[in-house]
């Protein structure tokens, strides 16, 4: 089970923090990913960790504004979000890959989180 956390309403220009914990085996050696889904449209790659941390991957959307992180032991994810703008009002979805080198799209998903709504005011 992924559970995500530390949504909300926060101000243009500002950061948050999303944190997802998995529980029982769901995090398992797999990377790790954040996607998001704006109202009418469909879901989309946010960021991706491998299970190393070694790999890194981020939408151009976010690039440069963003920074995704894990701590094994805890069984985390976070995701930062600077600079918050309007589109990036959407929920956010914790994922698991099926493997261990970056989950960039549904496909490559196998648990998925319930999501957390972030709403960002102007």
């Known amino acids: 089970q992924l559970i995500e956390s530390g949504g909300g309403l926060v101000q243009a220009g500002n950061s948050l923090r999303l944190t997802c914990t998995a529980s029982g085996r769901t995090f398992g050696t797999k990377a790790m990913a954040w996607f998001r889904q704006a109202p009418g449209k469909e879901r989309e790659f946010v960021a991706s960790i491998s299970w190393g941390s070694g790999t890194l991957v981020y939408a151009d959307s976010v690039k440069g504004r963003s920074f995704i992180a894990r701590d094994n032991d805890k069984k985390m994810v976070y995701l930062r979000l600077n600079d918050l703008k309007s589109e990036d009002t959407a929920v956010y979805f914790c994922?698991?890959?099926?493997?261990?080198?970056?989950?960039?799209?549904?496909?490559?998903?196998?648990?998925w989180g319930q999501g957390t709504q972030v709403t960002v005011s102007s």
């Open positions: 994922a698991r890959g099926k493997e261990a080198v970056e989950t960039t799209n549904e496909a490559e998903v196998d648990y």
